[in-house]
């Protein structure tokens, strides 16, 4: 089991969007629609914001949507704000009752 | 509302075993609408998954980690936990507790939507 692949660094004025990629394999990704996100800041425990590809828990924004093509899923933040500024990180359900998570992407709001 | 709370040793020893407890308040383990992970997060490093598991006792491991890991689950305290063997330094983390959704008709494990503040563990002589 490799880590789902990610850019490990995106950046991005606020206001602007940013997407964040997350690559996987016809063993994960690109069979399953079960990809989900989670925001990250340091000594915080990871928050979803994206479950099933493209769903978003209640009291997440919708400034945050995902979507997924082939093997590659990505995560959208528009209108970025000084507060999104956290480590990204995709997961995806890979068969046999598993899990995968991706190398996770820093995103810095300058 | 549905809490998780790890608890255990922030130190072990290298080549003994780590154990760690998640305790589940507010809501019941027993749901069949849930499983329960682990993952952890090695200094400067992303998240990774270590297992999950489901009421009934079924558990599932990263095939990485298998061959050192028990996890266990007791519905009548509310908890569930983890143990790994021959620890090395390399399992120096942060370890979290979360709480899985489910898909499917016969419910496999999917997003972790709850999750615990998480506890540092050190592997150190």
């Known amino acids: 089991q490799s880590a789902l692949a990610q850019v490990r660094s995106v950046s991005g004025s606020p206001g602007q969007s940013v997407t964040i990629s997350c690559t996987g394999t016809?063993?994960?990704?690109?069979?399953?629609?079960?990809v989900s996100w989670y925001q990250h800041h340091p000594g915080k425990a990871p928050r979803l914001i994206i479950y099933?590809?493209?769903k978003r828990p209640s009291g997440v924004p919708n400034r945050f949507s995902g979507s997924k093509s082939g093997n590659a899923a990505s995560l959208t933040i528009s209108g970025l704000q000084a507060e999104d500024e956290a480590d990204y990180y995709c997961?995806?359900?890979?068969?046999?009752?598993?899990?995968?998570f991706g190398g996770g992407t820093k995103l810095t709001v300058l | 509302q549905l809490q998780l709370q790890e608890s255990g040793p922030g130190l072990v020893k290298p080549s003994e075993t780590l154990s760690l407890t998640c305790t589940v308040s507010?809501?019941?383990?027993?749901?069949?609408?849930?499983?329960w992970g682990w993952i952890r997060q090695p200094p400067g490093k992303g998240l990774e998954w270590i297992g999950t598991?489901?009421?009934?006792?079924?558990?599932y491991y990263n095939p990485s980690l298998k061959s050192r890991l028990t996890m266990s689950v007791d519905t009548s305290k509310n908890y569930f936990s983890l143990k790994v063997n021959s620890v090395t330094a390399a399992d120096t983390a942060v370890y979290y507790c979360?709480?899985?959704?489910?898909?499917?008709?016969?419910?496999?494990?999917?997003?972790?939507?709850?999750w615990g503040r998480g506890t540092e563990v050190t592997v150190s002589s």
């Open positions: 507010g809501g019941s383990i027993s749901s069949r609408s849930n499983y």
């Open positions: 099933d590809v493209d």
């Open positions: 979360a709480r899985q959704t489910v898909f499917g008709v016969i419910t496999l494990p999917n997003a972790f939507d709850i």
């Open positions: 997961c995806s359900y890979a068969g046999s009752y598993t899990v995968i």
């Open positions: 016809n063993s994960d990704v690109g069979t399953y629609n079960y």
């Open positions: 598991i489901y009421y009934s006792g079924s558990a």
